[in-house]
């Protein structure tokens, strides 16, 4: 019996190639959001921490309460290294499937990396806030678009080659 908090992968040829690389690309931008908000949040708390320690030992400092706040600093350092490695173990996992799609579907995926471009474009323009955030995303999707290229034009090559020897 199926597990039902475990969503698996989309088949392709049931809803699309293009669907599905658009929602992995989708999922892609939103990890590299999650990272970057992730990133911000610990510093903050973290700092935050470190503050309320500081301020607490102004008077002087009790080597129980001491050990009491670095065990809750390094509690709270390892929850914030355990979510970011979940979000980059996501990043490979739906990079990986991104790549096992474009090799069979590489057409669908390259016109689904297009519009994804597009839309991040318009997006940069409208949200000034986020500017660095997208463009990092951005130049990834560009990147992945011409490694896709490459890797089509490799095929392409090793083909023409495998006709030209056959005849």
């Given amino acids: ?15 699309g190639v ?20 992730l990133g911000q949040d610990r510093k903050k708390k973290v700092g935050a921490r470190i503050d309320a320690f500081a301020a607490a030992s102004r008077n ?5 309460d001491a050990f009491k706040a670095r065990v809750e600093l390094d509690t709270l350092k390892a929850t914030y290294d355990g979510q970011e ?16 799609l474009s090799d069979e579907f590489w057409t669908e995926v390259a016109v689904a990396l297009d519009t994804q471009i597009a839309l991040l474009k318009l ?4 949200e000034q806030d ?22 089509a034009q490799k095929r392409q090559a090793a083909a023409k080659k495998a006709t030209q020897k056959n005849e």
């Fill in 85 to 100: 490695q979940a979000l980059v173990l996501w990043e490979e996992e739906v990079n990986g499937r991104l790549d096992q």
């Fill in 60 to 64: 002087g400092v009790n080597a129980a």
């Fill in 123 to 126: 997006q940069e323009e409208k």
């Fill in 18 to 37: 293009a669907a599905v690389a658009t929602g992995l690309l989708i999922t892609l931008a939103n990890l590299g959001k999650a990272k970057g908000v």
């Fill in 130 to 151: 986020e500017v660095d955030e997208v463009q990092t995303v951005l130049n990834e999707f560009e990147q992945r678009r011409h490694d896709l290229q490459t890797r």
């Fill in 1 to 15: 019996m199926a597990d039902q908090n475990v969503v698996p992968f989309s088949d392709p040829a049931a809803i």
